[in-house]
């Protein structure tokens, strides 16, 4: 719940599992885990379903200027980086939000190594947006765990960090 006279801090669900019916199925318990947090979930797929007429010649533009904008005005990412590699498209989300200075979280249930070095699970660069030494409490490997009390996303939600 917001607190009065505060309105409540905003996440862009960064996610490629719009793209699939059975994917598709795997959004609700995760919006339903950060909302949880007393957050508002941002998820791309469905903002633009609401927003984009894709019958309209330009549309593909438009799904993308909605992205950023929503990027840009979302307290903070929080995005799901499986596959080998994460999709692109959900890494240039990360990029521009690592870019606007935004609060980063990250979500991988995927086992498969993607890793570029020996100290972080995925490509170092989506690691830049966190505090060094604190990725762990930014990185989340199951939906369980989104909602644990010490890690980054809840503290953050709290206003604790």
């Known amino acids: 719940m917001a607190q009065t006279g505060k309105a409540r801090k905003s996440v862009y669900l960064a996610n490629p599992y719009g793209f699939s019916a059975q994917q598709r199925a795997l959004l609700p318990p995760l919006i339903e885990a950060v909302a949880a947090l007393g957050l508002d979930v941002w998820e791309p797929f469905a903002r633009a379903g609401a927003q984009i007429d894709r019958t309209k010649p330009g549309w593909a533009y438009d799904v993308g200027q909605l992205c950023l904008r929503d990027v840009r005005e979302a307290d903070a990412i929080f995005a799901v980086v499986n596959g080998v590699p994460p999709d692109e498209g959900v890494m240039i989300e990360m990029g521009m939000a690592i870019a606007l200075g935004k609060p980063t979280f ?9 890793a570029d070095t020996e100290e972080y699970p995925l ?3 989506l690691f830049t947006g966190m505090p060094e030494g604190e990725w762990e409490r930014h990185y989340y490997r199951s939906v369980e765990e ?8 809840a503290r953050w939600a709290r206003g604790d960090i």
């Open 106 to 114: 990250l979500f991988r249930d995927d086992f498969r190594s993607v």
């Open 146 to 153: 989104i909602g644990a009390a010490d890690k980054a996303l």
């Open 123 to 125: 490509n170092l660069m």
